[in-house]
């Protein structure tokens, strides 16, 4: 979901796109990796509003249960009704985040 929203994002002229490709199943297959990453980089982007938090997953069945704090809902489901909610300046960092592909 993730990268379709992101791709999706592409095509409206969003330049600085980031997407964490595997999901956390994928990361935690990895080798050597933790079930935590570092945060401060990504929370000091969100504090001085340097980058927009976006989740993909649908929004009653996951983000009303639990998201991260200041991340917006932009259900990939629903990308096209709902991407005028992604910010007007399309040089803003936009972090998209998911479940991974399954």
Not at 21 to 46: I, K, T
Request: overall charge neutral; glycine content about 8%.
């Amino acid at each position: 979901m993730s990268h379709n929203s992101a791709w999706k994002a592409e095509k409206l002229g969003y330049r600085n796109v980031k997407v964490f490709d595997a999901g956390f199943p994928g990361w935690m297959q990895g080798s050597g990796n933790f079930a935590s990453v570092e945060s401060e980089y990504v929370a000091a982007q969100l504090e001085a509003n340097a980058a927009v938090l976006i989740d993909s997953r649908a929004k009653k069945a996951k983000f009303d249960q639990g998201h991260i704090p200041s991340a917006i809902s932009i259900p990939d489901s629903e990308f096209e009704k709902m991407g005028g909610r992604l910010p007007r300046d399309i040089n803003t960092p936009l972090i998209f985040y998911c479940e991974g592909y399954t």
